[in-house]
Nanobody, 117 residues
Framework: QVQLVESGGGLGQPGGSLRLSCAASRSIFSIATMGWYRQAPGKQREYVAHITSDDTTDYADSVKGRFTISRDTAKNTVYLQLNSLKPEDTAVYYC???????????WGQGTQVTVSS
C-alpha cells in the first residue's frame, strides 16, 4: 500500500508563491509517474502537471510558465511550486502516484490552496 501525505497548502496572494509537497510511503523508484490535479468549487477536477521516472515533465496550459513540478528521490517526495498565483488557482490540490509494476493509482487527501487579496 502506498500512502501520500500532502502539505504546503494555505492562503496565497495574487502574484505570490506557494510550494506544495507530497511525500510517498514507498521509494519513488517504484513509482512510474507522480502528478497533481486540482478541483475548484463548482468545477470538474482538472489535470495540473506530472513527472515521470525519467524526469520528463508536463503541464496543463493554464499553469505553464508559472508552476514547476519536481521530485526528491532521497525524500520520496514530489513538489509543486506555484508562482505568479492567480485567484483562478484557488482549488483543492490532489497528489497522485502511479505504480510502475501495476499501473495502480494512489491519491492523497488533497490540500486547499486559496488565492485572494
Amino acid at each position: 500500500q502506498v500512502q501520500l501525505v500532502e502539505s504546503g497548502g494555505g492562503l496565497g496572494q495574487p502574484g505570490g508563491s506557494l510550494r506544495l509537497s507530497c511525500a510517498a510511503s514507498r521509494s519513488i523508484f517504484s513509482i512510474a509517474t507522480m502528478g497533481w490535479y486540482r478541483q475548484a468549487p463548482g468545477k470538474q477536477r482538472e489535470y495540473v502537471a506530472h513527472i515521470t521516472s525519467d524526469d520528463t515533465t508536463d503541464y496543463a496550459d493554464s499553469v505553464k510558465g508559472r508552476f514547476t513540478i519536481s521530485r526528491d528521490t532521497a525524500k520520496n517526495t514530489v513538489y509543486l511550486q506555484l508562482n505568479s498565483l492567480k485567484p483562478e488557482d484557488t482549488a483543492v490540490y490532489y497528489c497522485v502516484a502511479i505504480m510502475a509494476a501495476t499501473g495502480r493509482q494512489y491519491w492523497g487527501q488533497g490540500t486547499q490552496v486559496t488565492v485572494s487579496s
